[in-house]
């Protein structure tokens, strides 16, 4: 059964960068597919940030792509998520996910709240 | 980009109700449209991929179909259980867009 498992610091700065980490269980990142990080700011609606394969290959959303940057950690099957200068808008329940042949979500993480304040 | 667009936002039904939801695509999409659902506090769980396709465990009261630029979301029977926001997702030229949500109260 494959699992996934966010984890990262819950309390960011202003300014600061966000970084977090997704563990994968019962499956291997170089095994295929694609690998997603998801967004949901309070009361609001999903919001892709950018998937990444584990040969390398990113792709992102545009209007995060210049503060977004994702790797891949295949020796302890984990990817990352660092979002650069963040604000109070970036506040919000970050999901990790395996993203299908079929371009749809099979797998997600629980979710981790990550809120951005002084 | 494509934009997704739902509707309605939010809407109210019986238990036992037929319940449509729409996602409409900016323009014509291909055929790699998702639907999930999503309780309170929970991560989202896909229901519906590749517009028509139930994924494996669903119950058989959710369909869906569309082309183009016109998807629907169909619940044919509603149950308590079904009480949830559904989501519309497409996957296209290496971006990935979801639809604003659709609220589903039961009455």
């Known amino acids: 059964q494959v699992q996934l498992q966010e984890s990262g610091p819950r309390l960011v700065k202003p300014s600061e960068t966000l970084s977090l980490t997704c563990s994968v269980s019962?499956?291997?990142?170089?095994?295929?597919?694609?690998w997603d990080w998801i967004r949901q700011s309070p009361g609001k609606g999903l919001e892709w940030i950018g998937s990444m394969h584990h040969t390398g290959d990113t792709y992102y959303n545009p209007s995060l792509k210049s503060r977004v940057s994702m790797s891949v950690d295949t020796s302890n099957n984990q990817f990352s998520l660092s979002l650069t200068s963040v604000t109070a808008a970036d506040t919000a329940v970050y999901y990790c996910?395996?993203?299908?042949?079929?371009?749809?979500?099979?797998?997600w993480g629980k979710g981790i709240t990550v809120t951005v304040s002084s | 980009d494509i934009q997704m667009t739902q509707s309605p936002s939010t809407l109210s039904a019986s238990v036992g109700d037929r319940v449509t939801i729409t996602c409409r695509a900016s323009q014509s999409i291909s055929m790699y449209l998702a639907w999930y659902q999503q309780k309170a506090g929970k991560a989202p769980k896909v229901l519906i991929y590749?517009?028509?396709t139930l994924e494996s465990g669903v119950p058989s009261r959710f369909s869906g179909s569309g082309s183009g630029t016109e998807f629907i979301l169909t619940i044919s029977s509603l149950q308590p259980d079904d009480s949830a926001t559904y989501y519309c997702?497409?996957?296209?030229?290496?971006?990935?867009?979801f639809g604003g949500g659709t609220k589903v109260e039961i009455k």
């Open positions: 590749k517009a028509s």
């Open positions: 019962g499956y291997s990142l170089s095994s295929g597919y694609f």
């Open positions: 997702q497409h996957f296209a030229r290496n971006s990935l867009t």
């Open positions: 996910a395996r993203l299908q042949d079929c371009f749809c979500m099979d797998v």
